[in-house]
């Protein structure tokens, strides 16, 4: 998993990218919880996500937003980690010039960005939104939504209520053409703690189910 350096809009971005092995791979994008409360890019959820799409073959890309260990800059409260995430798919964009398409993932605060990036990114097709802060931030922007995808949480979720995505995914549901794939994890905390295995089983059961034939999980 080399470092990479990426240009960003208030300096260098620190990530770690794994070119893809399949020809003219796909590309992921996988973003981390909140900057100021301890969220980064080596988040167990968001390295084990991004574990998942390097196994598939896709040029897969984790990154710190600004101000998060080599990152450069200061919490932006989401407007300048906005732009750190677009900043980063133009790079991934500029390596992979003939992906086919491009999946974005989110866990936390990182679901609410990625939901906003998916809004403004044609080339995005599919999401990975855990545990999306339904109950803090505004999601209103997603109307419609443009792609399918999945939404995940802990049932134990002691930060965001899950009644808060449920009444989310019931929103975005109802729009034709769109199918949201909602799945509550018995037993599970904010973080997933003691059921990573479980929540990579309901993560990588869905891309199964949602991506071409070449990208699905090899038999290990």
Same mark, same amino acid.
């Given at each position: 998993m080399p470092e990479v350096l990426i240009n960003g809009p208030e300096g260098r971005l620190q990530g770690r990218y794994m070119h893809?092995?399949?020809?003219?791979? %796909?590309?992921?994008?996988?973003l981390h919880p909140h900057p100021q409360k301890g969220g980064t890019m080596n988040n167990k959820v968001v390295y084990t996500i991004?574990?998942?799409? @390097? =196994?598939?073959?896709?040029?897969?890309?984790?990154?710190?937003? *600004?101000?998060?260990?080599? &990152? +450069?800059? $200061? !919490?932006?409260?989401?407007?300048?980690?906005?732009? #750190?995430?677009? =900043?980063?798919?133009?790079?991934? +964009?500029?390596?992979?010039?003939?992906?086919?398409?491009?999946? @974005?993932?989110?866990?936390?605060?990182?679901?609410?960005?990625?939901?906003?990036?998916?809004?403004?990114? %044609?080339?995005?097709?599919?999401?990975? &939104?855990?545990?999306?802060?339904?109950?803090? !931030? #505004?999601?209103?922007?997603?109307? /419609?939504? %443009?792609?399918?995808?999945?939404?995940?949480?802990?049932?134990?979720?002691?930060?965001?209520? %899950?009644? =808060?995505?449920? $009444?989310?995914?019931?929103?975005? =549901?109802?729009? *034709?053409?769109?199918?949201?794939?909602?799945?509550?994890? /018995?037993?599970?905390?904010?973080?997933?703690?003691?059921?990573?295995?479980?929540?990579?089983?309901?993560?990588?059961? !869905?891309? #199964?189910?949602?991506? /071409?034939?070449?990208?699905? *999980?090899?038999?290990?």
């Amino acid at each position: 998993m080399p470092e990479v350096l990426i240009n960003g809009p208030e300096g260098r971005l620190q990530g770690r990218y794994m070119h893809g092995t399949a020809e003219n791979a %796909p590309m992921a994008l996988v973003l981390h919880p909140h900057p100021q409360k301890g969220g980064t890019m080596n988040n167990k959820v968001v390295y084990t996500i991004y574990q998942s799409f @390097v =196994s598939r073959g896709f040029s897969t890309l984790r990154f710190n937003f *600004r101000g998060v260990g080599r &990152s +450069q800059g $200061k !919490y932006d409260a989401g407007e300048g980690e906005l732009s #750190d995430a677009a =900043s980063c798919l133009d790079w991934l +964009q500029l390596h992979n010039p003939n992906a086919p398409f491009c999946w @974005v993932c989110g866990f936390s605060f990182g679901a609410w960005i990625s939901m906003q990036l998916l809004m403004r990114r %044609p080339e995005i097709v599919g999401f990975l &939104s855990v545990a999306p802060p339904a109950s803090e !931030y #505004d999601f209103s922007f997603l109307a /419609p939504c %443009p792609s399918s995808g999945l939404m995940l949480q802990g049932e134990d979720d002691e930060t965001i209520p %899950p009644e =808060s995505v449920a $009444k989310l995914v019931e929103k975005l =549901s109802a729009q *034709r053409g769109i199918q949201i794939d909602y799945t509550l994890l /018995p037993g599970a905390d904010h973080f997933f703690t003691g059921k990573l295995d479980e929540m990579m089983g309901v993560v990588d059961a !869905y891309l #199964d189910n949602n991506l /071409p034939e070449d990208f699905k *999980r090899t038999p290990q």
